[in-house]
């Protein structure tokens, strides 16, 4: 079983879009995925969990209440799990950080799934900071996979959550924590900004950079307004197509042992 953080410390780049929409094409192609959405703003749970704000989220493992497992629901899709987020989480930046063990939490929480393998993978929709919530995300994960959207801007807090990533690793909390890679998100062709980006991007980062690229539609807006995934929401379309390639690269990558520890670092 391996933890995969989905993370990037900028909002709006795409990051529970694609913590939900790969995990569904993951649990297409028949891995066991548990998702849990360590976001206090709960978007993932709202698209997943049909009694959204009823279930316990993550943040009962997190002060010691409840076990991961206990917390672990079904979704509608086959394959995939959830344990979801609520409102009692966004009181954890306070809580967490009195504790002791402050930066293993969530580490801690995952060590009874690991023991069970239940799941293939875990993906972690993680908040748009670099508060506990994050640092907890980074020292629980095997790796990271960081949605970078198609602009310049969007470029600015990578080079912050390389550092904090070697923080954590020199800290001793994770010291094997890697990149799986980087995705390209809300790519427009028709631009010659996206285009642009996408070059430069590969150029500094070669491998490390998810040849799928996911495409700008209006379709990802829509699909969590209805309470769905891009699969159920828009079957055929380009963004459909583009987590399912996603999801065929990862695990390509997977089987492959890739993963790069030093290289965003250059």
Not at 52 to 76: D, H, M, W
Not at 201 to 220: A, W
Request: net charge neutral.
């Amino acid at each position: 079983m391996k933890v995969i953080a989905i993370t990037n410390q900028k909002g709006g780049v795409g990051k529970t879009t694609t913590s939900v929409n790969l995990a569904a094409a993951l649990a297409e192609k028949k891995s066991r995925i548990l998702l849990v959405d360590i976001d206090p703003q709960g978007s993932a749970t709202s698209v997943l969990d049909s009694k959204e704000n009823e279930n316990p989220s993550i943040y009962s493992a997190l002060i010691g209440e409840k076990a991961a497992a206990e917390l672990v629901i079904p979704t509608r899709i086959k394959n995939l799990s959830l344990i979801p987020s609520n409102l009692d989480l966004a009181g954890a930046e306070i809580e967490v950080a009195r504790m002791d063990d402050h930066m293993m939490r969530l580490r801690t929480c995952f060590e009874g799934l690991r023991k069970q393998s239940l799941f293939d993978y875990i993906l972690l929709d993680c908040p748009p900071s670099l508060g506990i919530l994050m640092s907890n995300a980074l020292a629980a994960a095997d790796e990271i996979l960081v949605p970078i959207q198609c602009e310049y801007y969007a470029l600015e807090g990578l080079g912050l959550l390389m550092e904090v990533t070697d923080r954590i690793r020199a800290s001793g909390a994770n010291p094997t924590l890697s990149i799986s890679g980087l995705l390209l998100t809300m790519f427009d062709g028709r631009t010659n900004l996206n285009p642009a980006v996408e070059k430069e991007v590969r150029g500094h980062f070669q491998d490390v950079v998810y040849k799928s690229v996911i495409p700008r539609t209006v379709r990802f807006a829509e699909a969590p307004s209805h309470g769905k995934t891009i699969f159920e929401h828009d079957p055929h379309g380009s963004g459909t197509l583009a987590y399912r390639k996603l999801a065929k690269e990862f695990l390509d990558r997977q089987k492959q042992g890739m993963a790069f520890v030093n290289k965003t670092g250059q």
